[in-house]
C-alpha cells in the first residue's frame, strides 16, 4: 500500500526555517513526481513545489521562490521541503503527494497523499 508520510512541521517566527520532510513507504520514490502543496484556513489548496523523477523542481507560487527548496534522497526514500525566511502568509496545512506522471500543480493529478503537516509562522 502506498503511503506517504509528512514531518517537520511546527511553530516558527517570522524569518526563520523549516525542513518538512515526506517519508515514503508501500513503494520507490524514484520513480514519480513529488508535489509539496499547503492550505491556508479558508483557502483552497495550492501546489507550491514539484520536483520530478529525474530531480528537476518546478516552483508554483511565486511567493516562495528563493525561500523554498525541494529536493529527494532516493536512498532514503524521503523528499525534503526546506523552508527559508518563513512569512506569516506561509502558514497552512502541508502536504505530500506522489504522481508516477510528469509534475503538476493541479491537486487531482496526484493519487497518493500524505496527511499533512502543520506549518504556522508567527511571533
Known amino acids: 500500500q502506498l503511503q506517504l508520510v509528512e514531518s517537520g512541521g511546527g511553530l516558527v517566527q517570522p524569518g526563520g526555517s523549516l525542513r518538512l520532510s515526506c517519508a515514503a513507504s508501500?513503494?520507490?520514490?524514484?520513480?514519480?513526481?513529488i508535489g509539496w502543496f499547503r492550505q491556508a484556513p479558508g483557502k483552497e489548496r495550492e501546489g507550491v513545489l514539484c520536483i520530478s523523477s529525474s530531480g528537476d523542481s518546478t516552483n508554483y507560487v511565486d511567493s516562495v521562490k528563493g525561500r523554498f527548496i525541494m529536493s529527494r534522497d532516493n536512498a532514503k526514500n524521503t523528499v525534503y521541503l526546506q523552508m527559508n525566511s518563513l512569512k506569516p502568509e506561509d502558514t497552512a496545512v502541508y502536504f505530500c503527494a506522489a504522481e508516477a506522471g510528469p509534475c503538476s500543480s493541479w491537486d487531482a493529478a496526484f493519487g497518493s497523499w500524505g496527511q499533512g503537516t502543520q506549518v504556522t509562522v508567527s511571533s
Open positions: 508501500g513503494f520507490t520514490l524514484d520513480y514519480y513526481a
